[in-house]
């Protein structure tokens, strides 16, 4: 399912446009149950409704969308205009409002949504009279019980731009300073890139707390169910220059998973400046992040640049109680990306940041192919070492934080500004053999401070193959530094794992930069 291709897009609301009346009155199933509900609803409430579902078989939602909207395409889908005046607290002593998507296209099973008040849950009732349509038609006929399909967050800063939006399986999105839609983060991410097949949990269920006068927090609750799993989520969403959202998740699993994923965040990686493989668009390079960034519980700050690989790539990285994982886009320059419509180079960066310790584990990055930027393929979430068995709760708090740039310091560090790749060898002298340029460049900390006597040097390990022809040297262009180094691979096509640092004496300069090279079949290598 091709979700980006809407998601791109969520400042946009729902639409349909071009439908015979009769379609739009056509008989439709019966609506999915509603959620039970308490006179007085908490997150404790809430966690023990999860785990009395976790004891019963999954019983999905039965499909109430008319055909119509099935059928719909994305132009038609945008025509559907929520009414500003509709909002959740619309014209009250309230800095927030709530907007909602309609059913349609992609979106085809209806989420409940409640309203807090003073404890008691309220539902939220679809009306047609919600929304406006564009097109010759109007939504008359369609069922007065038909549901929204997610929801979206104002605040009183802006009233016509998005914040955040929950749309579609447990996937949602926010904006920092720049207010620009990006990558995506889930609620759960359960058997990714597993041959068995990826579940994708729904959070089915949301209730909104209404803030106090004033208020700056804004407070939800989501309800996630899915065949393996359910789980309570309580959202604290704090507006600023940076969106941060605080999240505490209490999982349920109806069977053992064999790869759950933990704050999971899924990002499009298609090109740049270390993979040109599907370099033959106009544009320089085209990506939401481009890279991993983690800051392990050692204490090492790690940088794996992402690729778009010829085949599926699934990466671990073993640490004991992560201090913090995210994908950045930390390439601001609009020249290198040339594209005034999206505007990559203003896409936001995502922090995930424990609450609390998460033992043993591993974060993953799943790098999948893609022929353009109409698919996400980049996935990282944490995965803990010991499997989340049935019958038993599991806490995971953390925060996510949205913006142009991680609310984390490097300390003296410098960080890796970018990756370049090539043919290696010298120049003006015959190439005998194969091998390939790796340059990194490394910027801030105290590069910026070293004398022109400073012995400088790269740090370079490979898991195989030979490393010749290294340096370091300063690049006054980024005040920083640019290393480099050859690889020459042995006759092996499997990948090759590189990892480099500056450092001056025995002190670290710089952070990590790891790297996984596959060398082509050696029939293929050309120099």
Known sequence: MDRRSLLLHLAAAAGVSGLPLSALLAPRPAAASKVPLPEQFDFAWLKGHARHLADQPHAPAREQVPQALKDISWDDYQSIRFKADQALWHDQDNPFEIGFFHLGLYFQEPVHLYELVNGQPREIPYSPDNFTYQGEQSLQGLPDDLGYAGFRVRFHTDHERDLAAFLGASYFRAVGESMQYGLSARGLAVDTALDSGEEFP???????????????????????????????????????RNMVMDIDAVLYPRRTIERVGIAPLTSMYQMGENDRRMANDWRPEIHDSDGLSLWTGAGEWIWRPLRNPRHLRVNSFLDNNPRGF????????????????VFYEKRPSLWVEPSSGWGEGSVMLVEISTADETMDNIVAFWHPKEPLEPGREHLFSYRLTWGENPPVSYGNLATVQATRTGIGGVVGQERTYFSRRFAIDFAGGMLDMMGEDAEVEPVIEVSRGKVEITSARPLDAINGYRAMFDLVPDDSSEPIDMRVYLRLGDQPLTETWVYQYTPPPVAEREY
């Open 202 to 240: 729904r959070f089915t269920a949301f209730w909104f707390q209404q803030p106090p006068a004033g208020s700056s927090r804004l407070t939800l609750y989501a309800l996630l169910e899915s065949d393996s799993v359910t789980g309570a989520y309580a959202f604290d969403l704090y507006p600023g």
């Open 326 to 341: 995210g994908l950045l886009q930390r390439d601001r320059d609009f020249d290198h990306y040339q594209d005034d419509s």
